[in-house]
Antibody, heavy 115, light 107 residues
Framework: EVQLVESGGGLVQPGGSLRLSCAAS????????MNWVRQAPGKGLEWVSTIYSDGNTYYADSVKGRFTISRDNSKDTLYLQMNSLRADDTAVYYC?????????WGQGTRVTVSS | DIQMTQSPSSVSASVGDRVTITCRASQGINIWLAWYQQKPGKAPKLLIF???SLQSGVPSRFSGSGSGTDFILTISSLQPEDFATYYCQQTNSFPYTFGQGTRLETK
């Protein structure tokens, strides 16, 4: 059974940084396409970033240059480094597995950007 | 970017009803469309991929159809556990984009 467990969310001031983690079990992160998707309070789903098994990365324009997706193959963990955070980055962040369509999801971690 | 538009934004229905939700893409995406169900406070759940392929473990009352720009999610006979919000997503190209969601409420 695939399990994805996010952590690292919290309250951060505008301009601050945060690193989210997604610990995977039941899969090998490096062999899979892994993604981050977010959902602002009361809003819909927004794709944030993808890392392919070959290491190629892709970002939404809204986070490009500020967020970095990466993985630690030895720990089967996916990361999202978020810098220069803004109020509109406030959301629940989900990690998800899949190429295009997302077949497995974590429970999400909440990020609040506020002074 | 490919824009995804769902209709209706909300729908009221009763157990046993047949419900259809429509999703339109701003440009052709072949069959590269997925449908998700999300319940409050929970992560989304993949229902349909490739426009019409049922994800493993999803009840057969859910079905998807369409190609190109117009797609439909059908729930053939609503069950109490189906009241939720449904999203379509184009998986054709980056940036992946979702529809705004359709809230399915009890009548």
């Amino acid at each position: 059974e695939v399990q994805l467990v996010e952590s690292g969310g919290g309250l951060v001031q505008p301009g601050g940084s945060l690193r989210l983690s997604c610990a995977a079990s039941g899969i090998t992160v490096s062999n899979n396409y892994m993604n981050w998707v977010r959902q602002a309070p009361g809003k819909g789903l927004e794709w944030v970033s993808t890392i392919y098994s070959d290491g190629n990365t892709y970002y939404a324009d809204s986070v490009k240059g500020r967020f970095t997706i990466s993985r630690d193959n030895s720990k089967d963990t996916l990361y999202l480094q978020m810098n220069s955070l803004r109020a509109d980055d406030t959301a629940v962040y989900y990690c998800a597995r899949g190429v295009g369509d997302f077949q497995d999801w974590g429970q999400g971690t909440r990020v609040t950007v506020s002074s | 970017d490919i824009q995804m538009t769902q209709s209706p934004s909300s729908v009221s229905a009763s157990v046993g009803d047949r419900v259809t939700i429509t999703c339109r893409a701003s440009q052709g995406i072949n069959i590269w469309l997925a449908w998700y169900q999300q319940k409050p406070g929970k992560a989304p759940k993949l229902l349909i991929f490739g426009a019409s392929s049922l994800q493993s473990g999803v009840p057969s009352r859910f079905s998807g159809s369409g190609s190109g720009t117009d797609f439909i999610l059908t729930i053939s006979s609503l069950q109490p556990e189906d009241f939720a919000t449904y999203y379509c997503q184009q998986t054709n190209s980056f940036p992946y984009t979702f529809g705004q969601g359709t809230r399915l409420e009890t009548k």
